[in-house]
């Protein structure tokens, strides 16, 4: 028998399943804790819960994870100074386009290329320097993006090349992301590109020994956001191609799963819940970049609509309102169950009648992953120190950090850099609260939920039922965007207010208002997955007038879909006349991943274009693991007509793209 290993690592669990490779059947699987501080010990542990004996007829392992499209909806990562090439500071400043980029730092250099790929401002070498080192000591790494590096990315790979000489910190380029024209995205995508490279890395670097220890020795793949495969070296330098990678995932698996082909999947996982449309057992994609928590970028990704709502997400309340998400926390009743004393301290607080108007008093903090080479002030540092015997409850935590008030401590830097973790009340806890799930300390949720009620003068029933309607709500919400999404992607982000009033009073209990129903529905069935989906989105279903299917290992669906998806790697490579440049169409140029390259004929250009590009998916795909992969190009050529009929028509461009596929193994 030959066996594929599928794992996926999400915000709260990492899963791992054995997939017998002919039938695409599901042999074994096992769920473990994601564990933050030292994600070996959860891989490890997911791993431990297979069968030994099966692992000598594995021979292909594919990895899927949420981490990185939990860190951009949660905030996290790091620090990054972006260098711009070629950018106008002052059409930035009256545009407020720096807001779109979202470094932390941003640096102009000058330096331009013409539409053409011409030069026409030299690289400015000195300010490039100066940028670099002006950068280096404030963030953690740094991105460079020419404003039309598409076009020739001479500036790029010189700036990438000085600015590795110049400092250790990782260095990303706008140009390897993607061949279009927008340089705001191209530039926010090598950011979120840099700023993730941390929070993935990890991963990475303990996938392929923890795998090893159990005698796989093929290499992971990594699923990417469109539900193909890549290679662990590329994932490693893009993990942005990893956002949506869980969600693309697990609709390829709810598809295996279910066994239908067109359905809305939603999988619940412990951060977010994600919410696509399987078409022909395959999620369909997003043309416009994949978009999250205000980043837009240039990546091809599933078209998944990620809503901050899952079983972990942080609950806070207030006499006048309640937040739930988009932060991840580790929920109460589980932190308890391991360590009792938090327990006690709550019932403290309770007994206490403790309570601060904008500082959830419940909640807990506890260390993260070690301290490496990160800076912290000193008022972090008091922080790390308190909580060096355990967790610590906010209120005692500002005692012991010498803060006046809980409000001024600073914790959001090292919750975002991993170091400490919050401890807080989530949907597992109301869960445990209203009797519907009770694996762990369903007494400590109790205390928690009791004194979040009070802070909002209410009883912890009335608490518990009105923060479980909200999860709905917004369950629904989001599930009935992305449908309509499919369709009107503009309608679909829209918050005016006749929209918003017809999403939200059709994810309400009752549709009808008055001599109005509105009951906006699915006509499509919905899958639900995730470890927190059979809790909650059978109401979904319910409420959205559809039926809801909950197939076997639905808990595991992310892991299954690795296990079931291939190597794919696209190329593209534009061949364009340079007309103007002495009157007439002299030359044309091909622009590849290799560079740009001018030739006299559009028969020599065009016969480089399609060898580049062969050349090109044929190493992207055997980097990526394939073996004699089939490759197949994809022509569209764009051209003007003359006035004159029965003269030829104007070449303005060709466009090739070749897509390199492994055989299927299922």
Known sequence: MSLILGVDTGGTFTDAVL?????????????????????????????????AGAWSQVDRAAVSTTLATNAALEGLGSRVGCILIGYDPGVMRHYRLSRHVRASKV????????????????????????????????????????????RNPDHEHRALRMARELTDLPVVAGGEFSAQLDSIRRATTATLNAKLLAITGELLRTLGPSIRRHGVEAPPLVVRGDATLMGLDLARNRPIDTLFSGPAASAVGGARLAGIDRAVVADMGGTSTDVGILDEGRPTLTDRGASLAGWRTAVRAAAVRSAPIGGDS????????????????????????????????????????????????????????????????????????????GPVDVVTLAAQADVRDARLLPVNGLVARRLIARIGLTPTDLLHVRGEYGEFDIEAATIASRIAARESRTDVDTFAARAHEAVIRALCTATLRRAI????????????????????????????????????GLTLPLIALGAAGAAWLPQVA?????????????????????????????????????????????DYAVHSPEGRALFASESEARAHA??????????????????????????????????DPDEPAHLMETRFRFTATEADRN
């Open 610 to 643: 399609l060898t580049v590009g062969r050349r090109a998916a044929q190493a992207a795909a055997a980097a990526a693991g394939a073996q004699c992969p089939s490759i197949d190009v994809d022509e569209h050529t764009w051209q003007l007509d003359r006035d």
């Open 485 to 520: 999404g499919s369709g009107r992607p503009d309608l679909a982000e829209s918050d005016e207010k006749l929209g918003a009033y017809l999403l939200d009073t059709s994810a309400s209990p009752s549709s009808r208002v008055g001599p109005l129903d509105v009951g906006l």
């Open 314 to 389: 942080r609950i806070r309340s207030d006499p006048l309102d309640l937040f739930i998400g988009p932060e991840r926390v580790i929920p109460l009743a589980r932190a308890a169950s391991r360590q009792p004393e938090i327990r006690h301290r709550l019932a403290e607080l309770d007994a206490q009648r403790q309570s601060h108007r904008l500082v959830p008093v419940w909640e807990f903090f506890a260390l993260g992953r070690p301290l490496a080479e990160e800076v912290v002030s000193d008022a972090e540092q008091r922080v790390l120190r308190a909580l060096a015997d």
């Open 107 to 150: 640096a102009h250099v000058a330096g331009r290329h013409d539409i053409f790929g011409e030069e026409v401002t030299p690289l400015d070498e000195d300010g490039l320097r100066d940028a670099v080192k002006r950068l280096a000591g404030d963030v953690d790494a740094l991105a460079v993006s020419s404003y039309l590096a598409p």
């Open 19 to 51: 997939l017998d490779a002919p039938s695409g059947t599901v042999q074994a699987a096992h769920k473990a804790f994601t564990t933050h501080e030292n994600l070996a010990v959860g891989i490890g542990a997911a791993l431990r819960g297979l069968p």
């Open 542 to 586: 319910s409420r959205l007038r559809t039926e809801c299917i909950v197939p076997e290992h639905a808990a595991v669906a992310s892991a299954v879909g690795a296990a079931s998806t291939r190597v794919v790697q696209e190329i593209e490579v534009l061949l364009r006349p340079q007309y103007l440049r002495r009157g007439g169409a002299i």
